[in-house]
Structures are given as structure tokens and as C-alpha cells.
């Protein structure tokens, strides 16, 4: 009898390890099955990577034209019309996984996602200051000779103004907003784009604009050369303001929400972007046309090693660019709180390197 009930007990214990082998061996070919479903339907994660029109779409100009692909992963690249306010809606509303952005407005969109959390970090810093002073008059050949001149400016409380203005008040050079300043000080006039400033350039209303690539070539070609004999970087202003040598981080590069986690994607992403990067400065010709084939430069200015030189366009990792970045907000900070989203961004708004 006591056999018996041992034989039971065996055969039990023989059906209860077949029954969990069954269930096992099941969820593993449903597992294989849902992975060759989704092989065969081609589904790839979708990521679309996002630039402004203008200089920095340079940035992207090789992988936009390669239209490089990571496999498992369907890229699409997108250029953004409409400024500041257009981009921080893309964000807003989940368009983009990656983009180029002024950097403080990637601090205001920082501060601004972080309470619902969703991330919005900083991989790298792309272009230092492009913006340039150009003028008509060829007999200033320094700040101090702008006394008593007015100089036209982008957008009041932008970073051009911004980065100017703390430029003036370091060198301890009086300004204010007036079209007639007086002989001691420099006068400030705000418009509300580029295109408003060359005109203005061009039918000689204004001797001086502050202005970014491509518009800056696009003034010197618009009047052969005789316009902006005098160049001034505000990033070498900026240099000798602060006593720095890298000029101040205008646009860096963005990845947003989930993205982040993927490291095999943002570990891709960033090596395509500062191998495009490389190719742009060395390919000057090939860029311009592989942006105009991709309709992401509307420029009429031929894209040459100048205009490249000018725009300050390098990629540098967030681990080497944090100091001049953490520097540069705080000037905006100190200036405007408001320019960096209220408060100054800390180690999370940068990604572990």
C-alpha cells in the first residue's frame, strides 16, 4: 500500500514539472513568436532629431544628407521654422527625442519639464557666440569708438542683448536705449529679426547691427565687401569681458524624455553628430549641397570655410563644456532670471559622460 501511495505521489509531482515546463516553454515560444511578429512587421522605434533653420542645421548637414539610420530605429530629421517659440512647442507637445537649441532656452525648457518629469539634458554644447557686430562706418575699430553711435540689435532681452549689454557694462562702457545717444555712451535699438537689420544695413538708416551667420555673410556680400570692414565677435568680447578663451555656449544639444535611457541611441546619436560635425568643417561645398537638396538651408549665402569659421560650430562633450556653460547662465541669470527659466539648472541638466 505504501508502495502505491509512494507511485502516486511520483506520478503527481512527474505531472505538476510537465504541466510548469508546458507553461514555460509556451510563454518562451509566444515571447519568440512576438519578437518574429515584430521582425516581420518592420516595427522600429520611431526618433526624430531636430535642428532651427539657419546655421544650425549645419550641425546635422552629414546625417541629414546621409540620412544615417540606426538599425531598429526609424530617424527622421527635422528642421524648425519659427524661433524660439516654435522649438519650445515641439518639445512641448513630444515631437522631438533630440535637438539643437539655443542654450538657455534649453535651461528654461529644463526647468520647465522637470516638475512633471520628463527629462530635458544637455549632450553636448555645438556652437559658441556666431553673433558679430558689422557696420558701415570703417573708422571704428573698437567698442569705445561706438560712443555716440547707435547699434541695432535682435529682440530685446535675447541673447544678443543679453551677452552685449554685460559686455558693455564689464568694459565699463554707458548705454541706453535711444536712437540719439549722447557722445559718452552707446544707443541700442531693437528690431525684431535679421532680415529687419539688413535692411536697415543695406538703405544705410543703420551704420551698425549686431547680427548671427549666415546673415552676417549675407550683409558683406549684399554690399561687396565695402559693409563690416570692422568684424567684432562677440565671442571675443565675451573672451575679454570674463577673461575666458572658449567665447560663451549660444547653442548646444538636447536629448529629451525616454530617449535619454536608450543608451545604445544616445551613444549612437552623439558620435554621428560630432562625426557630421567634423565632415561639415572639412566639406564646406558638399554641406552646402546636401542641405539645399534636403531644403534645410534657405539662405541664398554660399556655405564656404569663412562663414564656417565664423559660426564657432564645435562639438564639445557636456563633461567639458559644463564650467563655460554653468558660467554663462549665471551671467544670464544674474541679468534676468527669466532667461534661464527662473532658476539656475544643476548637475541634472547634464548627462553623465
Not at 522605434?45 to 542645421?57: C, F, L, M, S
Not at 569708438?145 to 543679453?162: F, S, W
Request: aromatic share 8%; charged share 20%; with cysteine.
Amino acid at each position: 500500500m505504501k508502495k502505491i501511495k509512494l507511485l502516486l505521489v511520483v506520478l503527481l509531482m512527474l505531472v505538476l514539472m510537465l504541466s510548469f515546463s508546458g507553461v514555460s516553454c509556451a510563454k518562451e515560444n509566444e515571447g519568440i513568436k512576438n519578437d518574429a511578429n515584430i521582425a516581420l512587421n518592420g516595427e522600429k522605434k520611431d526618433v526624430v532629431i531636430a535642428v532651427p533653420d539657419g546655421a544650425p542645421a549645419l550641425a546635422i548637414a552629414k546625417m541629414i544628407d546621409d540620412n544615417v539610420q540606426l538599425e531598429g530605429y526609424n530617424i527622421t530629421y527635422k528642421v524648425i521654422e519659427g524661433g524660439a517659440t516654435a522649438i519650445s512647442a515641439a518639445v512641448i507637445n513630444n515631437e522631438v527625442d533630440f535637438l539643437v537649441a539655443p542654450t538657455n532656452l534649453g535651461a528654461i525648457l529644463h526647468n520647465k519639464l522637470k516638475p512633471n518629469g520628463t527629462q530635458f539634458k544637455l549632450i553636448a554644447n555645438v556652437f559658441n557666440s556666431l553673433l558679430y557686430i558689422v557696420g558701415t562706418d570703417n573708422t571704428v575699430k573698437n567698442l569705445e569708438d561706438l560712443k555716440g553711435k547707435v547699434v541695432y540689435n535682435i529682440g530685446e532681452g535675447a541673447t544678443p542683448d543679453l551677452t552685449f549689454t554685460y559686455v558693455l557694462s564689464k568694459k565699463g562702457i554707458k548705454y541706453s536705449k535711444t536712437e540719439n545717444p549722447e557722445l559718452y555712451e552707446i544707443g541700442i535699438q531693437y528690431v525684431i529679426d535679421g532680415p529687419t537689420a539688413i535692411s536697415l544695413l543695406n538703405k544705410g538708416t543703420a551704420q551698425f547691427a549686431i547680427l548671427g551667420e549666415p546673415a552676417v555673410t549675407t550683409v558683406i556680400n549684399a554690399n561687396n565687401a565695402n559693409i563690416a570692414s570692422e568684424l567684432f565677435s562677440l565671442n571675443e568680447l565675451w573672451n575679454g569681458a570674463t577673461g575666458t578663451t572658449n567665447g560663451f555656449p549660444q547653442a548646444s544639444f538636447f536629448g529629451i524624455g525616454d530617449a535619454l535611457d536608450d543608451l545604445t541611441l544616445l551613444n549612437w546619436v552623439s558620435l554621428k553628430l560630432e562625426e557630421s560635425v567634423n565632415w561639415v568643417h572639412q566639406n564646406p561645398n558638399d554641406t552646402e549641397v546636401a542641405l539645399k537638396n534636403k531644403n534645410a538651408w534657405s539662405s541664398p549665402v554660399k556655405i564656404n570655410a569663412e562663414l564656417l569659421e565664423r559660426t564657432n560650430m564645435a562639438y564639445i562633450s557636456s563633461a567639458n563644456a559644463k564650467v563655460a556653460i554653468d558660467a554663462y547662465l549665471k551671467v544670464l541669470f544674474d541679468k534676468d532670471s527669466k532667461t534661464v527659466g527662473g532658476t539656475l539648472p544643476g548637475a541634472d541638466f547634464y548627462i553623465s559622460n
